[in-house]
């Protein structure tokens, strides 16, 4: 027998040992727990009370964190640029050459593209970090509180702002905002407003379309928001219930045996993919939207 | 058979509750498992045709590679729109 065989029946060994382990000990009798909801992970608790809605919670403190992980990332690496680069500054500089030809020249001209990478290239960052951030384990849950020598320190909770839409809508009121301004000074407001119906169309049947294409320009706004909010809420979500949550809903212990290495699948997919990609996806996008908003033809 | 009898019997004695968690577990049903059924055949079809391209024409794969990331992205969102109305829909 082969040691890679051997290692796989040991673990198959394991996994079928404390299946029985944990319904010997534990029965496999459902009792619902109606007294857990599980969607108060997403629920912000005022921590300090700020005049006007500036209440200070958990998000914020993740858009803080988020926020000085990127100006101190940043500001660090271009201080201590070198000409043999190591690692980190090699990884940093190739995401922004990246992002500088592949991305940004290529949708938009060379003047733009000098006065719109900065922005294009804050969003990439912060988004990403900000998602990153997201899967580390803080002590931010204030609601169970954990009691150590006495002091109540709150649990351990994995939250990311992007997963509250506010802050995805935010990013993209920005973008919103920028690609129909420049839009507007590239083209003028009549020029630009008719540069959204597709060329090569006359008559009645812009009556039908126009309301169509100007829909479109607004759910811009909203596929921005809710791509980004909903794949890091309900990659939360996903991750939450399949590391124990749903066993603790339904009382069911042996359910989180079954539901633990898809809960860790999920992590690793959710932390390795999809938070560099929302990120990338959003920033091209911007490009995108920037782009077409001032080339000729639709 | 016993727990849906059982279930048949609370559901006589009081049918607004339990409508309305029918109503919320048929909402969570549909919107995750029509967004999955959606996306994955999106997502099928995606790389699919990255496999012929690349295949048909093996220089072109770092452009290819970029675009098919995208198309990734924007296919796997809609999964993630019906799972989050029927997540919504099941909690709130």
Redesign the interface.
């Known amino acids: 027998m082969s040691t890679r065989r051997k290692i796989a029946f040991s673990i198959l060994g394991v996994y079928i040992l404390g299946m029985i382990l944990i319904v010997a000990v534990f029965g496999a009798t459902r009792n619902d727990n109606e007294s857990f ?3 108060n992970e997403f629920k912000l608790d005022p921590w300090l009370a700020l005049p006007g809605p500036m209440d200070l919670n958990k998000g914020v403190l993740y858009l803080f964190i988020a926020t000085a992980l990127t100006l101190g990332l940043m500001l660090w690496i271009s201080k201590k640029m070198v000409g043999r680069p190591n690692r980190v500054q090699t990884a940093v500089e190739w995401a922004y050459t990246g992002m500088r030809d ?1 991305v940004v020249r290529d949708n938009m001209s060379d003047a733009m593209a000098k006065k719109w990478f900065p922005l294009v290239f804050t969003l990439f960052v912060f988004i990403w970090i900000s998602n990153l951030i997201g899967y580390l384990p803080l002590p931010v849950n204030t609601e169970h509180k954990v009691s150590i020598f006495g002091t109540e320190v709150p649990a351990f909770q994995i939250y990311a702002a992007t997963a509250n839409v506010s802050v995805p809508l935010v990013l993209a009121l920005i973008v919103f905002f920028a690609f129909n301004i420049e839009g507007v000074r590239a083209k003028g407001f009549w020029g630009y407003t008719k540069s959204l119906i597709p060329p090569g169309l006359k008559g009645p049947i812009l009556i039908m379309i126009f309301p169509l294409e100007l829909l479109s320009n607004f759910l811009r706004l909203i596929s921005l928001t ?2 980004l ?3 890091i ?2 990659g939360h ?1 996903l991750i939450q219930f399949m590391s124990g949550g749903l066993a603790v809903l339904l009382g069911l212990e042996i359910l989180a045996w079954f539901t633990l290495p898809a809960g860790v699948a999920i992590f690793i997919f959710e932390a390795t993919l999809v938070a560099g ?2 990120a ?2 959003f920033a ?1 996008l911007t490009c995108i939207y920037l782009g077409s908003a001032v080339s000729e033809s639709h | 058979m016993g727990v849906t009898t059982e279930l048949i019997a609370a559901a006589a004695q009081d049918p607004a509750a339990y409508g309305e968690k029918a109503g919320r577990a048929i909402a969570l049903g549909v919107g995750a498992g029509g967004g999955a059924a959606g996306a994955g055949a999106g997502i099928g079809m995606l790389f699919g045709k990255v496999i012929e391209s690349v295949t048909r024409q093996p220089e072109m794969r770092d452009e290819i590679a ?1 675009i098919q ?2 198309g ?3 296919t ?2 809609c999964f ?2 019906g ?2 109305g029927g ?1 919504i829909a099941f ?2």
């Open positions: 909801s599980p969607q592949k809710v791509r909010f909903a794949n809420l309900a979500m990609l929302q990338f996806i091209i | 970029s990331w995208l990734f992205a924007l796997e969102a993630f729109y799972l989050v997540l909690f709130l």
